[in-house]
């Protein structure tokens, strides 16, 4: 049988240190795509910093939500909410790690290029301006219990695809000197990618958050 004595007492908090969890996200994303517009490798020091403590957060914060599974032995929806917030805190967790991913591709293209190819900065900035918006709908979502706004997730999802498509097309037709040769190419590729990986797991978790509140599966990456 569930047991409800201190179950949203304990939520609240969860929803409290997740929030501060996507705050440390947004700000870790913002320091390294600065970064790669600016080609400063100085960067990478402060985001490994957030890197590590963002996996002392995660092991915290899965520790409290195993907690109340077994004090709290929650069913159904209570369940369904308890599960996605397990995998929400591995999701921004993955997201920093890609931070910090690119931060460390900052400092070797610091090193080997002097600037970068105008239509793929402004590409990934599009990426990052998007990502940007779906971490606040779902950091929205998880800490205040919000409906999944489903239409602007699927929107801000095809726009990141569009950016990602142009970034790809231009890597496929640019000379690697203009990146600081093979080795800038190859960062600028990881970059790319992971601006659009990142997006991807937030659309993911929108999904997940979705089925917690409704027990519906629904499709936002197609």
Request: aromatic share 4%; glycine share 4%; hydrophobic share 40%.
């Amino acid at each position: 049988m569930p047991i409800r004595t201190g179950l949203d007492e304990r939520i609240d908090k969860v929803r409290a240190d997740l929030s501060e969890y996507f705050d440390e996200a947004k700000m870790a994303y913002s320091e390294a795509i600065k970064a790669f517009t600016k080609l400063d490798s100085q960067v990478y020091k402060e985001v490994k910093q957030i890197r590590q403590h963002a996996r002392e957060v995660n092991w915290d914060l899965t520790n409290d939500l195993l907690l109340i599974l077994a004090l709290n032995q929650p069913l159904m929806k209570d369940l369904r909410i308890v599960a996605t917030y397990l995998r929400s805190v591995d999701t921004v967790e993955r997201v920093i790690r890609h931070a910090r991913d690119i931060a460390r591709s900052d400092r070797s293209l610091d090193e080997n290029a002097e600037e970068l190819p105008e239509v793929i900065v402004n590409s990934v900035l599009e990426m990052h301006k998007h990502l940007n918006g779906l971490l606040d709908t779902m950091s929205g979502c998880l800490t205040k219990g919000e409906e999944l706004p489903i239409e602007n997730v699927k929107s801000t999802w095809a726009m990141v695809r569009e950016e990602h498509g142009k970034a790809v097309e231009a890597l496929s037709s640019l000379k690697s000197n203009t990146m600081g040769g093979k080795v800038g190419r190859l960062e600028v590729v990881n970059i790319v990618s992971r601006v659009e990986r990142s997006a991807y797991n937030l659309v993911r978790l929108g999904g997940l958050w979705h089925h917690a509140l409704n027990n519906e599966n629904i499709i936002l990456d197609d």
